[in-house]
């Protein structure tokens, strides 16, 4: 009586259990925190909640891509960053994984495929999936730096077509979870390019883009502004990431390409369907995003802090290493692979109390690497990764 679109059943696999075992012990340092809000960062409570307390009692005016006030001011965010982004060019919705839903809906039918980068933030598949849409994988190429490896991305649309799925989208995560690397102006060039001869859309994911970690001229910050020849580009964005605020369920599209109006027609129509973001939080956006400035700042601060102590607890000669990233909220380690990463993570859980992923959760490849993320507190963090150098260094003796 079920739908077959998901593997519901998935049963505790051994890490879970092994993380479980260790919260009931008590000893657990979590390393995955991604929730800024559990994150002992500060955040302006009276402001945020004078925000909301104006549009409590507000009328409810149904405005299917946002309401004008609130579109104006992620319109003016952008600005602020250096992006020129008219506010007719924005959808609001509830989230970015709601984004991806309309996104699917608009350029997928039911069989279709969209392609996804490798590695990344195991997502997209269940997305899709909600959606009746197949994934094909992509490879993003590691010689030093990340970049796309094009010949990849043309073997995923050639394998999806083999598989009898018709691929109708590009996704590209800018900066990228977990590798944290940039699209750079040369690699979108080659993406408008092959989409635009394959009539593909772009679906470009730039909820980490407010965290890089140092200038660089060629990095793109928003797609659907910088694209000159594709034929629909979307730039992703939202309360989450940008403001530190999961619990303000915001996020937004922004729409490019020289099919940009007929996209914005449709996405309105889907957008209409649900009316899911609610009135309060628009209403609120802008007093959101001014306070949302300072959260992002500690943020910031907290990536550099944590970033500063991973460097120190990993001195050279270490058999531990930190691959290069250029933003975002991870970092790579990389391990021996004496043990997979599956093996040390699950030991990392049991023997050291700390929760990490293991890379192959992110689809890495060529080595043995776990996945941390730099939000939590310092001393936590700096507990956490004395205790996976410890580790290790046991294990190889």
């Given at each position: 009586m079920f739908s077959a679109r998901l593997n519901w059943g998935s049963a505790e696999n051994e890490l879970a259990a092994a993380a479980r075992e260790a919260a009931v012990r008590g000893d657990l340092v979590d390393l995955t925190e991604t929730n800024p809000t559990r994150a002992a960062l500060p955040y302006p409570a009276p402001a945020l909640a004078a925000a909301l307390a104006q549009g409590a009692q507000a009328d409810y005016q149904p405005a299917p891509l946002g309401l004008p006030a609130a579109r104006a001011a992620v319109s003016a965010e952008y600005a602020a960053a250096g992006v020129t982004l008219a506010p007719e060019r924005l959808v609001l919705t509830a989230s970015s994984s709601e984004s991806y839903g309309f996104l699917f809906k608009l350029c997928c039918d039911p069989g279709d495929a969209v392609l996804v980068p490798e590695p990344s933030y195991p997502l997209f598949e269940y997305l899709a999936g909600l959606e009746g849409v197949a994934s094909a994988g992509y490879r993003l190429a590691f010689d030093g730096e990340w970049h796309l490896d094009l010949a990849s991305l043309e073997e995923a649309a050639a394998a999806a077509a083999r598989a009898g799925h018709r691929a109708r989208a590009v996704i590209v995560v800018n900066p990228n979870n977990p590798t944290g690397s940039y699209l750079k102006q040369r690699e979108l060039a080659r993406l408008e390019a092959f989409c635009g001869a394959a009539g593909l859309a772009l679906i470009s994911d730039e909820v980490f883009a407010p965290y890089p970690f140092g200038g660089d001229p060629e990095r793109v910050t928003c797609a659907a502004a910088a694209a000159r020849t594709a034929p629909a580009v979307f730039s992703l964005g939202g309360l989450s990431k940008a403001c530190g605020l999961p619990q303000l369920k915001v996020g937004w599209i922004a729409v490019g390409g020289g099919e940009a109006e007929r996209a914005l027609?449709?996405?309105?129509?889907?957008?209409?369907?649900?009316?899911?973001?609610?009135?309060?939080?628009?209403?609120?956006?802008?007093?959101?995003?001014?306070?949302?400035?300072?959260?992002?700042?500690?943020?910031?601060?907290?990536?550099?802090?944590?970033?500063?102590?991973?460097?120190?607890?990993?001195?050279?000669?270490?058999?531990?290493?930190?691959?290069?990233?250029?933003?975002?909220?991870?970092?790579?380690?990389?391990?021996?692979?004496?043990?997979?990463?599956?093996?040390?993570?699950?030991?990392?859980?049991?023997?050291?109390?700390?929760?990490?992923?293991?890379?192959?959760?992110?689809?890495?490849?060529?080595?043995?690497?776990?996945?941390?993320?730099?939000?939590?507190?310092?001393?936590?963090?700096?507990?956490?990764?004395?205790?996976?150098?410890?580790?290790?260094?046991?294990?190889?003796?």
């Open positions: 027609q449709a996405l309105e129509l889907i957008a209409d369907t649900y009316l899911s973001v609610s009135t309060p939080v628009q209403r609120a956006l802008p007093e959101l995003l001014q306070a949302g400035a300072g959260i992002r700042a500690a943020i910031a601060e907290r990536l550099a802090v944590n970033r500063a102590v991973l460097a120190a607890a990993l001195p050279a000669g270490s058999p531990c290493s930190v691959l290069p990233a250029e933003g975002g909220w991870s970092a790579i380690l990389r391990v021996p692979a004496s043990r997979t990463d599956a093996e040390w993570a699950v030991g990392l859980a049991r023997r050291a109390g700390v929760l990490v992923h293991p890379g192959y959760f992110f689809e890495m490849r060529g080595g043995a690497f776990l996945i941390v993320s730099l939000l939590p507190a310092p001393e936590a963090f700096a507990t956490g990764i004395a205790r996976v150098v410890a580790h290790v260094d046991a294990s190889l003796r």
